[in-house]
């Protein structure tokens, strides 16, 4: 067995010693949209500090425990706070979590994040299901020797972000009367914002918000042959498009007001799988 497979094999081993749930659908929760989880039908909650060899969430609103329950009649796991490069941790340590999950049984990863807004036209508070990502500014998660158990060593990325999800992203909006952007999601580093320089870079490459996770657990997913959707939700406008400086602060608190609305859509969509 490969080290990651072994190591994945060793979190699961704890898991089924605590519940032998197996979600259909794995969803991680972005910055300030944590409180999600509790809104669902809670079958059992799995602290990540309790989980031996674990990276633990350091991000400040960021809980570090998955939720396990229903969504209407769908089974979920919920990441109740994400680990970030920005952390410290390799990229393997951060797309973990994502290969455990999947090894509980998810075949659908649904991201959401925080996100700076770029495209011109978006606003503090929209919604903007993922089409595409640019992730080439951070290491790639599946740097290292392949192990075979998860994928192939060359997986194409053309359609990370699953056509049919993404129809179903639409259509739950549609119903809902929640209006939803559609575009391309940068990932960077972090910790630090941007620069207005590097957001006009950013920009001419294509990129419709920036952020500072998401994209490599995408790629691990789709290394792994999950079906994948994300939403972010543009906290904020970024750095040069908005004149005000960016903190965290703002992130979370833009976070509360946009939570209801964006619940709504996550449920709905996971309802409609
Ligand atoms: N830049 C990077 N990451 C972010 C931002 C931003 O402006 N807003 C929320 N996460």
Redesign the pocket.
Known sequence: MGKVADRVAKCLEYVRKRTDFIPRVALILG?GLGDFAEQISISMILDYADIPDFPQSTVAGHKGRFVFGYIKDTPVVIMQGRVHYYEGYSMEDVVLPVRLMHAMGAEILFLTN???GIKEGFQCGDLMMITDHISCFVPNPLLGANEDAFGVRFPDMSEIYDKELQDNIRTSSKELGISIREGVYLQ?S?PS??TPAEIRMCKALGACA???STAVEAIAANHMQMKVCGISFI??L??GISEAP?SHEE?KAAADEVAPKFQLLVKSVVANL
Request: aromatic share 6%; net charge negative.
């Open positions: 910055s925080a996100a700076g960077l972090g914002y941007e920036v952020g500072m906290s904020n970024a750095a960016l992130v």
